[in-house]
Nanobody, 124 residues
Framework: QVQLVESGGGLVQAGGSLRLSCAASGRTFSTYGMGWFRQAPGKEREFVATISWNGDNTVYADSVKGRFTISRDNAKITLYLQMNSLKVDDTAVYYC?????????????????WGQGTQVTVSS
């Protein structure tokens, strides 16, 4: 069982930056691939980024590539998402998730655990 708690969301102007954190419980964090997803009002949950169990491999959605960076600290059992050059279209609830696929995954159906989400609002 893995429990995930996101933090770091908030209101920011377009062009600004935010850093999301996801604190995980349990000593098995390093045995999971991790991911970030987001869901805007009236839209389906969409993939943002994923990272392998050891942090060596990352994959990003085209919409955030070059602006967002996913990382993890297994010693601190924490996942991060650094978001730069934010756009109004990035406004959504952001979710942290854990998958038993060690390399990570882009499909939400492959994830076993989810956090409650943190709201990110980007104003123009």
């Amino acid at each position: 069982q893995v429990q995930l708690v996101e933090s770091g969301g908030g209101l920011v102007q377009a062009g600004g930056s935010l850093r999301l954190s996801c604190a995980a419980s349990g000593r098995t964090f390093s045995t999971y691939g991790m991911g970030w997803f987001r869901q805007a009002p009236g839209k389906e949950r969409e993939f943002v980024a994923t990272i392998s169990w050891n942090g060596d491999n990352t994959v990003y959605a085209d919409s955030v590539k070059g602006r967002f960076t996913i990382s993890r600290d297994n010693a601190k059992i924490t996942l991060y998402l650094q978001m730069n050059s934010l756009k109004v279209d990035d406004t959504a609830v952001y979710y942290c998730s854990a998958t038993r696929f060690l390399s990570g995954a882009t499909s939400p159906s492959r994830y076993n655990y989810w956090g409650q989400g943190t709201q990110v609002t980007v104003s123009s």
